[in-house]
């Protein structure tokens, strides 16, 4: 109970410019001190091991799209919630992406988009897409897991829940 009031609670939102600098200092140390296997959960998603239910796109050896367990309205588009994961293990973050991504890019933007208008009648301007970056602050293992995996979340643009 506790969970879907934390959910539905309002939360401050900060918007952050993050420079080289910042990232160095607030980010890249988060990722190197992951343990090994931090990441085997993302990594079984991508080998379609878990969450195989939630799928609805996946291009092998580039990224895969799945609902994601934030979308407590599934299937009402109107509270439209989905994860782009890469398959690329070298991508850790935003700052990991380079030119040579651009194709990539390109085909996970349009793929995606496309996937979520078939399925749920969303045209892609009616879609938000953002990255989302590594945590910067720790939380519970269990609660919310440190990501440092490359992850695009596709979203209505009328949606508010908290990310």
Not at 10 to 36: D, G, I, M, N, S
Not at 125 to 132: K, N
Request: charged share 20%.
């Amino acid at each position: 109970m506790r969970r879907h009031v934390e959910r539905a609670t309002a939360v401050p939102q900060l918007l952050v410019r993050e420079t080289a600098a910042l990232y160095a200092a607030a980010h890249a140390p988060l990722v190197e001190a992951l343990p090994p296997g931090a990441l085997t959960w993302v990594h079984r998603i991508l080998a379609k091991e878990k969450e195989v239910e939630r799928l609805l796109l996946h291009v092998p050896g580039q990224f895969l799209l799945n609902t994601d367990p934030k979308w407590s309205t599934h299937p009402e588009p109107s509270g439209l919630y989905c994860l782009a994961l890469v398959h690329q293990r070298d991508l850790a973050s935003l700052r990991s992406l380079r030119g040579e991504h651009l194709p990539l890019l390109r085909a996970l933007r349009e793929q995606c988009l496309a996937a979520i208008q078939a399925r749920y009648g969303l045209v892609p301007g009616a879609v938000r897409a953002f990255f989302q970056c590594v945590r910067s602050r720790p939380r519970p293992p269990r609660s919310c897991p440190l990501y440092a995996a490359t992850r695009l979340s596709f979203t209505t643009c009328m949606c508010t829940s908290p990310l």
